[in-house]
């Protein structure tokens, strides 16, 4: 089967502008993470689900940071009035539970350009 | 601050060489470290992970060494090839599966 896909590859946006970044895991996964990769922060954990529900929110930097998963599958990563400190790629993964040792699998990620 | 500290930075070895990274972390509820491998363009991929009542595992060429007393853990590459040049991530995990990441560690090996 398919791994994780992400769309965009690529988004360029200018400053002020939404976007959305989303996220479709595989199949079965009941897992959820998203992660962002940037130079100067590393890799650095946002928010992860587990079905449609999020319990975790705190790694989210800013109230402009927001995400939602539907039906148990595709999420959806939405940054508001984006800012160039949010310049990164955004990683998401997926894996079949929350148990540590349940290997999370990768997207290529979506690499974010604020102008 | 961070959780897991990684050394070093970038890593430069002979085709043939051992390559070593060395990772720390201090949270002793953490349950679970695995090791990712990112090649330009693409997400981490899981290489080898280990559980801390066990004090090494090796999966062909890559073996983790894990020092429980001493919270440290590192990776050593036998045999390093050119198509190991990739960054490689430490991490440390527990239940609910958040990973907490090291800074890399970007890995050169010299045909």
Request: hydrophobic share 30%.
């Amino acid at each position: 089967g398919a791994g994780v896909s992400q769309s965009p590859s690529n988004k360029v946006t200018e400053k002020g502008k939404d976007v959305e970044l989303r996220c479709d895991p595989i199949s079965g996964h009941t897992a959820l993470y998203w992660y962002r990769q940037s130079l100067g922060q590393g890799l650095e954990f946002l928010i992860y689900f587990q079905g449609n529900s999020a319990p975790d929110k705190s790694g989210l930097p800013s109230d402009r940071f927001s995400a939602e998963r539907t039906g148990g599958s595709v999420s959806t990563l939405t940054i508001q009035r984006t800012q160039q400190e949010d310049s990164a790629v955004y990683l998401c993964a997926s894996s079949l539970g929350l148990i540590s040792y349940n290997e999370q699998f990768f997207g290529p990620g979506t690499r974010l350009t604020v102008l | 601050q961070q959780q897991v500290k990684q050394s070093p930075q970038s890593l430069i070895v002979q085709k043939g060489g051992i390559s070593i990274i060395n990772c720390a972390y201090e949270n002793t509820a953490f349950d679970y470290f695995p090791w990712y491998q990112q090649f330009p363009g693409k997400g981490p991929a899981l290489l080898i992970a280990i559980r801390p009542d066990v004090s090494e595992k090796k999966e062909g060429r890559f073996t983790i060494s894990f020092n429980k007393s001493a919270k440290q853990f590192s990776l050593h590459i036998m045999d390093s090839q050119p198509g190991d040049s990739a960054t490689y991530f430490c991490a440390a995990t527990i239940t609910l599966g958040r990973l907490y990441f090291g800074r890399g560690t970007q890995l050169t090996v010299w045909p």
